[in-house]
């Protein structure tokens, strides 16, 4: 790791945020003082959010959060973090299905770009089993999710009831 190097992006699809992600956000905001959180723009990958809207509702969900902004950016994402000067990624680690997909990417991406290091962070107990496809699966059904997302996605989110959430 590039020494003096204090900018970390945390990179994902955020599609929508939950306070897992924010969790980590804060997590991370404890050991660096700048975050990039990083929208991937995917287009083989739809989600229920256009990337505008992502970006919108991570915003406002972390806008009381100093050092933080929010990007979108495409292509990959050892460039992304080239360009911003951020030596660190920060990945959040859940249960364990997901290690070896992370553990994967981690070591592509250290082979790209053998100076940076990928950091993950351990998610609160209250989160282990949260993820945005929970969070879509719930809604789509017209169950309750307060609590589990920030306020703004959850009144977001239920201007999606009853339609088909698509996305991962
Ligand atoms: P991706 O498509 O890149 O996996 P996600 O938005 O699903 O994008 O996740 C982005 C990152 O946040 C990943 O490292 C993921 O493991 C982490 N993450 C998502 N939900 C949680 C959670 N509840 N607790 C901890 N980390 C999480």
């Known amino acids: 790791m590039k020494s003096g190097s204090s900018v970390a992006v945390y990179p994902g699809s955020f599609d929508p945020i939950t306070y897992g992600h924010v969790d980590i956000v804060d997590r991370t905001l404890a050991i660096f003082p700048e975050l990039i959180v990083g929208v991937a723009n995917n287009p083989s990958k739809k989600g229920i959010f ?76 209250q989160y282990f089993y949260l993820s945005s496809s929970i969070i879509k699966e719930v809604v789509q059904f017209g169950g309750d999710v307060g609590g589990l997302v920030p306020e703004v996605v959850n009144e977001r989110l239920k201007s999606y009831h009853g339609r088909k959430l698509s996305g991962r």
């Open 50 to 125: 256009s990337v505008a809207e992502r970006i919108e509702l991570i915003s406002e969900s972390l806008k009381d959060r100093k050092g933080v902004r929010v990007e979108s950016f495409e292509g990959l994402l050892v460039d992304f973090c080239k360009e911003r000067g951020a030596a660190v990624i920060i990945r959040g680690l859940r249960a364990l299905s997901d290690f070896e997909f992370e553990f994967q990417m981690a070591m592509m991406n250290q082979r790209m770009r053998p100076e940076g290091e990928t950091v993950f962070m351990m998610t609160g107990p």
